[in-house]
């Protein structure tokens, strides 16, 4: 990925996809966006919180990290790509269900099956 294009993703859509999935949740539920650090080293969004107790569906606490696919960013920097990123955050509160299907994440508990989960490689497909 070309550094501009990671330092622009950094400053101007992962912060927005971090607002958009902390505004799914009760203030209880933190997001925060870790930068891009070079090959190897993809911009995360990390979702976090403690456990509710006695809700705990799952032994670990809420603590996940998301990384999406280099040619994706690259696209959201044509001229569709602000389109495509609106279409995208509107869909995230869908897409977090379906991973709480797919996976062992409990969003309402704040608790998960492993200690750190990681959903890399994402598209910003609606």
Same mark, same amino acid.
């Given at each position: ?7 622009? =993703?950094?400053?101007? =859509? ?7 999935? *902390?505004?799914?949740?009760? #203030? ?50 044509? #001229?569709?790509?602000?389109?495509? =990123? ?11 269900? *379906? ?7 409990? =969003? ?19």
């Amino acid at each position: 990925m070309r550094p501009e294009n990671a330092a622009r =993703f950094d400053q101007q =859509f992962a912060p927005r996809i971090a607002e958009a999935i *902390a505004a799914c949740f009760a #203030a209880t539920v933190h997001t925060e966006v870790l930068p891009y650090g070079g090959p190897g080293h993809p911009t995360r969004v990390r979702i976090y919180a403690a456990p509710l107790d006695k809700l705990g569906h799952y032994p670990h606490p809420l603590n996940l990290y998301l990384t999406w696919d280099s040619d994706e960013i690259e696209r959201l920097m044509d #001229a569709q790509g602000q389109t495509r =990123f609106a279409r995208y955050l509107a869909a995230l509160p869908r897409k977090l269900s *379906a991973w709480t299907h797919a996976r062992e994440l409990d =969003f309402l508990s704040h608790t998960q099956g492993e200690p750190v989960a990681l959903i890399g490689g994402l598209d910003f497909e609606s």
